[in-house]
């Protein structure tokens, strides 16, 4: 199987897979899924109680999916903060962004303590417009947060923010400086083995194949079973095989490229540190630099891979079908190093919720079964918080973390299928033509603007309307990738 850039260079230096999972097995937790959420959730379970027998199942290995192939963007939830308000009051989405913008500092600081070599570089996130209908889509989210005295943003001047992104193309941006970019694949076979060695039981190639809701509740898989006192499903997108996660978020796809080395060429136009760029698209475009001095760039939002009924299957593995349009993106925007190679691409399913922002709790009726899906493209920092929340959950505790404003139930925010297989071509179609009109300077037409205003959430609002306006068809904050 092709695997992301990331992914490859890290197994270049690793060895074997963990065992897969044989026989019966008990637990007091059995998490499905060994990406950042499942992995934080294991750490942070056995640094509460390390009695705890706590096992991981994961059908690839750990870092296999989303968690080993994103951009390695670490990003706080201020951009978020009008959704996450909408969500849970203006006090706790506070609350909540200020957590997830002090997990950035805690993942530099955990790789640091646990000689984790993931690339962490604290250089900042710049939010650009690349147009001028996107000036000011940040407005709405500075102008609310300063009514709580909070400033997590710096407006930058025309030539600050060119000079900044290397690129003229960047007309106007925001910079947060809480932000960090990480190898992203590095960190989670870094969290794996941090896991595996405070006692964490991980199997890999071991899918869970049934869920069997008996008490205690029981995962099966092809050569064993589990049975624990509490399951923790970690397993982002492919929750949708779960019908009643299904309609909670959309499956779409995030395509990523990764150029030859061009490290001088880098530090010529002053782009060689580890700060993240994300346009204002409605398909966000995202990028930032590499250790070796690579460009990745990546392209998400409504894209063109989608899963019918959730099915994830095996359409977001491998090379990016893609790829060709996200290199056309990264060339429009960095004409002046148009002549670079790309050297790979890759694919990865994102779990779009409405508002752009995850749920975590029990399913109904079954307080020992815990979900937690919707990151929306914006987890690499967010799972470290999801894993205090799932262990105060899986723990019973209502603290600060098992009572926070992001348990709440399942968002039904997509209709059924085939409408939502159907709606999401024609939303997406919306998306590119509105994208388009609005770099060329012309304003979308009516239709295209109504269709486009059904994408979900993470989509800055339309310039001149609040989230609240919009009815939370279209929420604030950045374009997740
Ligand atoms: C291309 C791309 C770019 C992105 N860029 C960014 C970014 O720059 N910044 C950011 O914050 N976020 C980004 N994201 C989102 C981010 O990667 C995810 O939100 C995050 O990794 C979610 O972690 P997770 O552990 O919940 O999911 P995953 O890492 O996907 O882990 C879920 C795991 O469950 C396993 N699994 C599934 N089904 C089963 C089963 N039946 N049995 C056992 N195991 C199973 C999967 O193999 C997988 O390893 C991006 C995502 C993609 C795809």
Known sequence: MLRSHWLQEVLAEEGEAAPRLEGEHKADVCIVGGGYTG?????????????????ILEKDICGGGASGRN???????????????KICGAEEAIRLCKASADAVDEIGRFCRENGIDAHYRHDGWLWAATCPAHFGCWDSTIEDLEKHQMHPFRVLSEDETARMAGTPSHLRGVFEETAATVQPARLARGLRRVAASKGVKIFENTPMTRLTRSTPPVVKCPGGRVRAACVVLAINAWSAKFPE??????????????TEPIPDRLERIGWNNGMAI???????????????????????GVNGVKAFGGNVGNRFEGQSPLAGDVAAGFKELYPALADVGVATSWIGPVDRSKSGLPMFGPLRGRPDILYAVGFS?????PCLVAGKILASLTLGARDEWGASGLVRPLERGFPPEPIRYFGTSLVRAAAIAKDRAEREGRQPGLITRFMAGFAPSGLSPTKGKTAEALGGLENAGPRPP
């Open 39 to 55: 992995l934080w959730t294991a750490i942070r379970l056995k640094e509460r109680d390390p009695s705890l027998e706590v096992v």
């Open 71 to 85: 951009g390695g963007f670490v990003l706080s939830w201020w951009a978020k903060y009008l959704s996450m308000k």
């Open 245 to 258: 996660m299904r309609r909670a978020f959309a499956v779409i796809s995030s395509d990523m490229i990764v």
């Open 278 to 300: 994300s346009d204002s698209q409605m398909l966000v475009q995202y990028y930032r630099t590499t250790l070796d001095g690579r460009i990745a760039f990546g392209k998400g």
């Open 377 to 381: 493209g914006n987890g690499v920092g």
